[in-house]
Structures are given as structure tokens and as C-alpha cells.
């Protein structure tokens, strides 16, 4: 069964420092997502993607945040200078473009810490 | 006022028991997930619900969805232990990239 994968699981970073957080979505999905989690609260929506650019963004995602489809395949989370509150569970989606608005599919998360 | 309102925020049943969990938009409903979490962890699939009067059931898991009250339940019969966790409901109530607002999620023990 197809599914969305995400590296690394896990990813410790210094504050103020970069990361980037990978997805590879369904292959032929055309819309992607990515959300974030702090733990224990809500899942979060930070940015949607289709057709190479954002369609819909958050107020959470600001100027230290990007994504980037670079190859066709990988969806990636750039987190230009981390801070302690970014810390949290990134999890990575995508949707295909059936009618009903289709499934979207979730990736098993990144925790990112930040210290 | 929460755009998606889950209810009740924590539940403790005995084992066998039925439950209800209950999850509420403040908008239309174009479809409505549900998912299961252990704390820390990832989301797991549990069922999408897209027309109103839907129902689905996997195993022991039965979830409707109420169009005209914005609304969607979900229904455990005789609960196990294998059942606790994080109840998530997400709905695509905005937005035309469809992406899923969440609620705050019903933490569900079950005693043995």
C-alpha cells in the first residue's frame, strides 16, 4: 500500500540553527501539506503545496519557514533559524485529486527539538 | 469559539463498555476524519466520512456523519485496553487547498 514517509524521525538542532524536514507523498498525489504538532496540543495546519507553489499558508508559517518540491518527488520543510518553540511533531500529508475532495494521507511525523 | 469542538476532552471507561466521542464544526462539513494518536506519536487512519448520513464501521468502530448539525460521533462498542489513546477528528471545513482543521482531541483510557 502506497504511503507517505518522512526523514529523519527524529531531529535534535541547536536554536537559531537551520533544518530541513523531508517528505516523499504518494506518487501520484498533487496536493501536499505540511502540519505541526507541539506536544499535547492540537495538530496544526502550517502550509499547503500544488502545482510547485503555495497555495494556502498559516499565520504560524512566517518568514523563517519555506517548502520546496526540488525534484518532483521529495517535499521538503525548511526551518531557516530555529527557536525553542518550534520544537514539536511535523508531520507531512498529501492528497490526491479524486472527486469528494479525496483522502489525505499522513506521513508518521518528525519530532523536531530545538535547544 | 474553536472552529472544531471535541467532546468530551478525556474519557475513562471499563472495559466492555460503550462509548461516544463527539466532534463539532462551527462550519460546514465537506468531510471529517478521524484518527487515533499515542501521545507523542504518529497519526493513525481510522475513517473519512464525506456525505451527510454516512456510516462507516472498521472492527468495533462505528463513525457517522451529521451534515445539517456539523457534527460527526464516533462509537466504540465494548471498549478494550487496546482502544486507549488520543481520539483526533479533522475536517476540511476551509480553505480551498482542503487543508484539515483539527480538534483538541479526546484522551480515552480504558481500565482492564
Known amino acids: 500500500e502506497p504511503e507517505v514517509t518522512q526523514t529523519p524521525s527524529h531531529q535534535v538542532t541547536q536554536m537559531g540553527q537551520e533544518v530541513i524536514l523531508r517528505c516523499v507523498p504518494i506518487?501520484?498525489?498533487?496536493?501536499f501539506y505540511w502540519y505541526r504538532q507541539i506536544l499535547g496540543q492540537k495538530v496544526e495546519f502550517l502550509v499547503s503545496?500544488?502545482?510547485?507553489?503555495?497555495?494556502?499558508k498559516s499565520e504560524i508559517f512566517d518568514d523563517q519557514f519555506s517548502v520546496e518540491r526540488p525534484d518532483g518527488s521529495n517535499f521538503t520543510l525548511k526551518i531557516r533559524s530555529t527557536k525553542l518553540e518550534d520544537s514539536a511533531m511535523y508531520f507531512c500529508?498529501?492528497?490526491?485529486?479524486?472527486?469528494?475532495?479525496?483522502?489525505?494521507?499522513f506521513g508518521p511525523g518528525t519530532r523536531l527539538t530545538v535547544l | 469559539s474553536q472552529e472544531l469542538e471535541q467532546s468530551p476532552q478525556s474519557l475513562i471507561v471499563q472495559e466492555g463498555k460503550n462509548l461516544t466521542i463527539n466532534c463539532t464544526s462551527s462550519?460546514?462539513?465537506?468531510?471529517l476524519y478521524w484518527y487515533k494518536q499515542k501521545y507523542g506519536e504518529g497519526l493513525i487512519f481510522l475513517m473519512m466520512?464525506?456525505?451527510?448520513?454516512e456510516e462507516k464501521s472498521h472492527e468495533k468502530i462505528t463513525a457517522k456523519l451529521d451534515e445539517k448539525k456539523q457534527q460527526s460521533s464516533l462509537h466504540i462498542t465494548a471498549s478494550q485496553p487496546s482502544h486507549a489513546g488520543i481520539y483526533l477528528c479533522?475536517?476540511?471545513?476551509?480553505?480551498?487547498?482542503?487543508?484539515?482543521?483539527f480538534g483538541s482531541g479526546t484522551q480515552l483510557t480504558v481500565l482492564p
Open positions: 500529508a498529501s492528497r490526491g485529486a479524486g472527486p469528494l475532495r479525496g483522502e489525505q494521507f
Open positions: 506518487s501520484n498525489h498533487l496536493y
Open positions: 503545496f500544488y502545482n510547485n507553489e503555495i497555495s494556502e
Open positions: 462550519k460546514t462539513l465537506y468531510g
Open positions: 466520512l464525506q456525505k451527510g448520513g
Open positions: 479533522g475536517a476540511d471545513i476551509a480553505g480551498s487547498a482542503r487543508q484539515l482543521t
